[in-house]
């Protein structure tokens, strides 16, 4: 089999998911920001009130186009596959500790290579955090880690959290009184919804039929010297980059006066450190987790609600942290989180696999 | 035959008992229930020089790992 041929299709996705990422910030989303799978999520816990935090507030239609394009693609290929009941406390819990180690940082994997795609200096030692996390996770995995085997289970367990997206959706266009919706602050600022749902059907259809995933390209690198996935991360980085440059987006070199970001190095390291270690123990990065809740893993659905109660809960007790900074309950929170993450590792060793 | 169930288990879980289980003789056969497992194992096995058959075994997939 050829190169392009093996590995075309991922990189031509990753350069795709770069660009709609600088459209979507050109169109209105906050900079940096055309995807956030943390940030989203945290976002739309806030309008349903979880949390408020008045200026992160809104049901974003990108993770509704990622669930349901990942979901729409996989029963096109046949791949719509029910499965769930592998330790679904242990991937609540890794979900919760992804979003608190997220939310340190400011962004989920894919806004880190979005930040660096803008100039971002402070996501470059995200990133090396993030790595040495999943450098960790890798020995976890040679050790024996397991969260054990998912079954078949009814397809309803497949569906409820698509069809919650689907009222997320209506919600949305609804409007009714008693949700929040940010008037000021990175949750007003948002592309038009039409816009951000076709972006987010388009990048989940071409996420699942890729397996993109951010946590998965260094892990397999680590692991296999496979650098298959890892394609896909250079690519976006490339593309946002371009985008950014071609639409007039801001791309400036610095750690300084970069947009919802601070420039508190150890604990943007720490951060994407647990986010790097918790993504490779739940199998894949929020990303990737929203693209299996929508082709069937209900699995990864209690991961995606483990993030949003994680998201709630960072807001409601002041643990993320802000362009003005960390916290010191954030900063308690990750070591927690961290001790929490490992702990699940060791516990699920198992030193022969079937 | 040297045989593997990996069904059910996430990534990369299948590909490390792949890697495992190939030091204990071929040819190797990998039983997976979706299609993720089936490129991942097939692209780690052929990159390591192996040949690979895969075929459809109910809604499960069977892969045979071979020099």
């Known amino acids: ?354 | 035959m040297n045989q593997i169930d990996a069904r059910g288990y996430s990534c990369p879980e299948p590909v490390l008992m792949t890697k495992n289980a190939l030091k204990k003789g071929l040819p190797l056969q990998v039983l997976v229930d979706s299609m993720t497992p089936v490129q991942n194992i097939t692209r780690f096995a052929t990159n390591a020089g192996y040949q690979v058959d895969c075929k459809s075994v109910g809604e499960d997939y069977e892969l045979t790992i071979t020099k």
Not at chain 1, 152 to 168: F, T
Not at chain 1, 321 to 327: I, V
């Open chain 1, 1 to 354: 089999m050829g190169k392009l041929k093996q590995h075309g299709f991922i990189i031509a996705a990753g350069l795709v998911v770069g660009v709609i990422a600088a459209v979507l910030a050109f169109l209105g989303n906050p900079v940096n920001m055309g995807f956030c799978i943390a940030c989203f999520l945290r976002d739309i816990a806030g309008a349903v009130g979880l949390h408020r935090a008045a200026v992160v507030q809104y049901i974003r239609p990108e993770i509704i186009g990622l669930v349901l394009g990942a979901m729409v693609m996989a029963l096109a290929e046949k791949e719509f596959n029910v499965r769930g009941g592998s330790s679904p406390m242990a991937r609540f819990t890794l979900g919760f500790c992804v979003m608190v180690g997220a939310l340190m940082f400011l962004g989920c994997p894919l806004r880190m290579v979005l930040r660096i795609g803008g100039g971002d200096l402070n996501a470059v030692v995200g990133l090396v955090g993030f790595a040495a996390g999943i450098f960790c996770g890798t020995l976890f995995l040679k050790g024996g880690f397991t969260l054990k085997k998912s079954n078949p289970q009814p397809v309803a367990e497949g569906l409820l959290l698509p069809v919650m997206m689907v009222g997320l959706l209506v919600l949305l266009l609804a409007a009714p009184a008693f949700l929040f919706f940010s008037t000021e602050g990175p949750g007003s600022m948002a592309a038009p919804v039409a816009a951000a749902l076709i972006a987010g059907l388009v990048v989940g259809a071409l996420a699942q039929k890729t397996r993109l995933c951010m946590v998965g390209g260094i892990r397999d690198a680590i692991l296999f010297r496979d650098f298959h996935l890892l394609l896909g991360f250079v690519a976006i980085l490339v593309a946002v980059l371009v985008g950014n440059l071609i639409l007039g987006n801001p791309v400036n070199f610095s750690f300084e006066g970069q947009a919802v970001a601070h420039t508190d190095g150890l604990w943007n390291f720490l951060g994407m450190l647990l986010v790097g270690l918790a993504s490779v123990l739940l199998g894949g990065c929020p990303l990737r987790q929203l693209i299996l809740a929508g082709s069937g893993s209900s699995d990864s659905a209690v991961a995606v609600i483990g993030m949003i109660v994680g998201a709630a809960f960072c807001h409601n007790f002041g643990l993320a942290s802000s362009a003005d900074g960390t916290t010191a309950a954030g900063r308690i929170a990750v070591i927690l989180c961290l001790v929490v993450t490992a702990a699940i590792g060791g516990a699920n060793l198992k030193s022969q696999k079937a």
